[in-house]
């Protein structure tokens, strides 16, 4: 689907044409036919990358210039609201008169770009500005995830350490192993972020430096305050990587101690009845001269050595603190 937008009274608009025009300032591309393909490369004289290629990791694969345009590409984070988040490259051809954007899925920022424009009415819609301003809700999208994703964890943190009481065995366990998976799902955003801030640090700069002549005077500003925001939240990623490492090391630690507990149950179990069995399988065997089988209470003085010796092992756990 091929989508443009351009100037209209100062502001950025969605134009009726569904071939790519001359006054476009941007021009979207989203799961593009190689129909459409070919009569953006016609307009702006530049070959627009294809799906295999936007998914390389090389970064000559993802960061050109081509005749006087810059040709980027970033991955962007979606689904991360349904639960299910996923990677998708987004590939920008940006020139001194036109942007397109080459992308094969439907992140927030596209989604929601035109409400964005919408509350900044003095923005003059240019193609870098339009970059610009595209790129930064993206930034502010990874932001969203990053604070989602914190949140959460001060919630599985508090679960774990705070609100935790007393449970039977079973539901401690299930509790447990819903942590884990949820840790799990945080793991995942916090990875496809990873990749995502890590393109976009390197595509800013490059951007900045590759536009220098025509780029407009103030996009030169905006990319810079990008490069500090990519910075910090590049830092806060780090920390909240290293606090889920925290939290899943726990969690394994608190199911390995209820594995312990019933594995200790079991072994003292074994122990205590370890004495009443040795003195009923010695009494079991059937050898002629037994002198005990002669004896009238025989019978009970066994049963009585298999208590003792029970009560015995248990007294001796308790006063040594093994339960």
């Not at 793991?187 to 951007?207: A, K, Q, W, Y």
């Not at 002549?213 to 290293?242: C, F, I, M, N, V």
């Not at 939290?247 to 003292?268: D, F, H, M, P, Y």
């Amino acid at each position: 689907m091929i989508t443009l937008y351009g100037a209209r009274d100062g502001t950025l608009v969605r134009l009726p044409e569904t071939e790519p025009h001359p006054d476009a300032v941007w021009i979207d591309l989203c799961e593009p036919t190689p129909e459409e393909e070919e009569a953006v490369e016609r307009m702006i004289g530049v070959e627009v990358p294809t799906r295999q290629e936007m998914a390389e990791i090389e970064e000559s694969s993802r960061l050109y210039r081509v005749d006087g345009s810059l040709v980027v590409t970033a991955t962007i984070i979606e689904g991360a609201g349904e639960g299910r988040p996923a990677r998708t490259q987004a590939t920008f051809v940006l020139s001194e008169r036109h942007l397109v954007s080459i992308r094969y899925g439907d992140p927030l920022p596209f989604r929601a770009f035109e409400t964005k424009w919408a509350r900044q009415p003095e923005a003059r819609p240019t193609s870098d500005l339009v970059f610009v301003a595209l790129v930064d809700a993206i930034v502010e999208r990874a932001a969203d995830v990053l604070e989602y994703v914190a949140a959460d964890l001060n919630g599985v943190s508090t679960h774990l350490f705070v609100e935790s009481g007393p449970r039977k065995a079973k539901e401690a366990e299930s509790d447990l192993q819903d942590i884990l998976m949820r840790l799990g799902r945080r793991n995942m955003m916090i990875s496809i972020l990873r990749e995502s801030l890590l393109s976009l640090t390197r595509l800013v700069p490059f951007v900045r430096q590759g536009g220098e002549h025509w780029l407009s005077k103030e996009a030169p500003h905006r990319l810079k305050q990008l490069e500090r925001d990519l910075r910090s939240l590049s830092a806060y990623e780090g920390q909240l990587t290293a606090e889920i490492v925290y939290l899943q090391e726990a969690t394994l630690g608190l199911i390995n101690l209820a594995q312990n507990r019933v594995i200790k149950v079991l072994s003292v179990a074994a122990v205590i009845f370890l004495p009443p069995t040795l003195v009923g399988t010695v009494y079991g065997m059937n050898f002629t001269h037994m002198p005990e089988l002669e004896w009238a209470f025989a019978y009970p003085v066994a049963l009585a050595a298999m208590v003792v010796s029970a009560a015995g092992s248990f007294y001796w756990f308790k006063r040594k603190g093994w339960l």
